[in-house]
């Protein structure tokens, strides 16, 4: 038997529902705070993501799943979405849009890390990317619209973690602290040996929790910010007490890119273990420019939706499936269950019948085990009288219908409210 790769799952029912749900959910909320959505492909040149994530993040470092094609150019399976947005952006010339452009992308992440716990080598990402404006009131409308999405898909209990990474200017000063800190102490981890000397901030984003350790007592960059870049913070922070979201500051909070300037943020969520990040996000106001566009400011997000997944409270157990069963005894009834079958799917409904001529009996026992909501039977005297016998199989409460108005009965009983 061939079996999937490590680290990469199969998606299947019940729970792709639930994915569903959660996608539709996130789509709205998007179209309320006018977003459209970017579909784009998969692989990329790899010199996109090298020149954008930048070289000492982990992503780039070692979690790429790089290779080369039959041309003999480098390639790469996305491993996060905003740098291809931005290429995208650019390529079509969508900076001239109108306003704010406000982007949303749902789809699979590659990233060759060590499969565990709400972390894989494919997984899925609600991205949200809104480019144009560099305004606080945009930070704090992208955090509201997340905190929204996971309130709408169920997740009630998160903690949001806020930072500023200020921009260049603010961090030059800063770097040059963190340095002497780094280096007046010992004992990091190889990759953070190699930070500290190229790029500082980095050692923040370390999983090691010798690292993190290490780094108690460490500057903050909030304390560097210049006036620009603390009135943008003040604001943001000053807004977000206006819609009464709770946050919590997180000085340390650098995130996994490079390219991030100002405002970061995180969201986690109880119960996730070590990898607790349901959803991460930030500014981004050197990227475009990077990538060879005007110098436009951005921000985004990235929710993981197998880690919210995880954490979403399951679906009550045993629930039926909004699914209607046929069944039917004799020729001429399963002629009109046939034609039953189609009206009712022509009128919205889901539907199923048996075509492998069962037992009446095992086509109720079938019914139940495909956990339909109802079964449909349909018999000579039925057909005579122009019903439908529905049983409900949750109860097991029968009902005549009849057929003429079948559909629209059915459907009102469906939809109301258990
Ligand atoms: P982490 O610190 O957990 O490695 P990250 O900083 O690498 O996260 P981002 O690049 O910000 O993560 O991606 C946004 C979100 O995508 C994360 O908060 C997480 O929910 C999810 N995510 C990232 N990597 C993985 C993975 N390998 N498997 C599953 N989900 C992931
Ligand atoms: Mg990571």
Request: one cysteine or more.
């Amino acid at each position: 038997m061939i079996r999937a790769i490590r680290g990469m799952r199969d998606l299947l029912p019940p729970e792709t529902e639930r994915w569903q749900q959660v996608e539709l959910a996130a789509r709205e909320l998007f179209r309320r705070y006018g977003y459209q959505e970017l579909r784009l492909p998969l692989l990329e040149r790899t010199e996109l993501f090298a020149r954008s994530i930048g070289a000492e993040t982990d992503i780039v470092a070692k979690e790429m799943y790089t290779f080369t094609d039959r041309h003999g150019d480098s390639v790469t399976l996305r491993p996060e979405a905003t740098a291809q947005v931005v290429r995208a952006f650019l390529e079509h010339g969508l900076a001239k849009a109108p306003g704010v452009k406000k982007y949303f992308l749902i789809g699979p992440m590659f990233r060759y890390e060590r499969p565990q716990k709400g972390r894989y080598r494919q997984f899925h990402q609600i991205n949200c990317e809104a480019l144009g404006s560099d305004a606080p009131e945009l930070d704090a409308e992208v955090i509201l619209l997340l905190l929204d999405i996971l309130r709408e898909v169920g997740l009630g209990q998160v903690k949001l973690l806020l930072n500023s990474l200020g921009c260049p200017g603010c961090q030059v000063d800063f770097k040059a602290e963190l340095k002497l800190f780094l280096f007046d102490r010992e004992g990091w981890c190889p990759d953070c040996e190699r930070r500290r000397a190229v790029n500082a901030l980095r050692v923040f984003d370390c999983k090691s929790a010798h690292c993190q350790g290490l780094l108690q007592g460490a500057p903050a960059l909030v304390d560097f910010l210049c006036p620009d870049c603390a009135r943008h913070y003040a604001r943001i922070k000053e807004l977000l007490g206006r819609f009464q979201v709770d946050f919590e500051e997180q000085p340390r909070l650098v995130r996994g890119l490079d390219y991030y300037t100002r405002t970061t943020f995180e969201v986690t969520a109880a119960g996730l273990g070590a990898q607790d990040a349901v959803a991460g996000g930030g500014r981004y106001n050197g990227l475009i420019r990077e990538l060879g566009g005007p110098d436009l400011p951005g921000i985004g997000f990235a929710i993981g939706q197998e880690r919210l997944m995880e954490v979403l409270p399951p679906t009550a157990a045993g629930a039926r499936r909004e699914l209607l069963f046929l069944a039917y005894v004799g020729e001429a009834a399963r002629d009109r269950a046939l034609a039953l079958l189609y009206e009712l799917r022509q009128q919205g409904l889901a539907a199923l019948m048996d075509f492998d001529h069962r037992s009446l009996k095992s086509q109720m026992s079938l019914a139940d085990r495909l956990q339909a909501a109802a079964a449909v039977i349909l018999g000579e005297s039925e057909l005579e009288e122009g019903v439908a016998q529905v049983k409900w199989l949750a109860d097991s409460r029968q009902e005549r219908l009849p057929l003429a108005e079948l559909a629209g009965s059915l459907a009102a009983r469906l939809r109301a409210p258990a």
